[in-house]
């Protein structure tokens, strides 16, 4: 589980002509990235980095020396290794490790798997795909991470309140 890389933030476009790149930020603002300077498995250096006011990032990496360059990268995900990240407190997880982990409800049926967490806005919200049934196509639900809906979790698997589970 520890093994898969974490995405932090990925390329939105060119800032300026010198090589500069936006970044959107997917972890806790610009102080998630600050620790590191490598990503994608040594691919980009990280040299400079600044918060740009408005929930993003601006960075130069030593790799990319221009424009043309920068807005190549467009839409490329930084990721660095699991086990770079911090340790997690009690009650914390990142969405990398719920993602793939087997659901069941607490009355034992097997639901599923995590196929992906979402925030709107109002909490995380993790997304349950069913296993296909014969002649039938695989059905997705989603259930709120809270501890009513999802009393129990760990690294190999999550409980998940029956009542949330319902067809």
């Not at 980009?44 to 006011?53: A, F, W």
């Not at 990319?64 to 086990?83: C, F, Q, S, Y």
């Not at 993602?99 to 109002?122: D, K, Q, R, Y």
Request: overall charge negative.
């Amino acid at each position: 589980m520890h093994g898969r890389p974490v995405t932090l933030a990925a390329i939105s476009g060119a800032h300026g002509v010198g090589g500069e790149v936006r970044l959107k930020l997917f972890g806790e603002g610009v102080e998630s990235l600050k620790p590191h300077r490598s990503f994608n498995d040594g691919a980009l250096t990280l040299t400079k980095l600044r918060d740009d006011g408005k929930g993003g990032a601006i960075a130069r990496f030593s790799e990319i020396a221009d424009r043309t360059a920068a807005e190549k990268l467009r839409g490329t995900v930084l990721t660095v290794p699991r086990a770079s990240l911090p340790p997690l407190a009690e009650g914390e997880y990142y969405y990398t490790d719920l993602i793939g982990l087997p659901a069941v409800s607490t009355g034992g049926e097997v639901l599923g798997t995590c196929i992906a967490v979402e925030n709107f806005g109002a909490g995380d919200v993790l997304e349950i795909e069913r296993p296909a049934e014969e002649g039938k196509p695989s059905k997705r639900f989603m259930v709120p991470m809270r501890a009513q809906s999802v009393p129990e979790w760990n690294s190999e698997r999550l409980v998940i309140e029956a009542a949330y589970a319902a067809d």
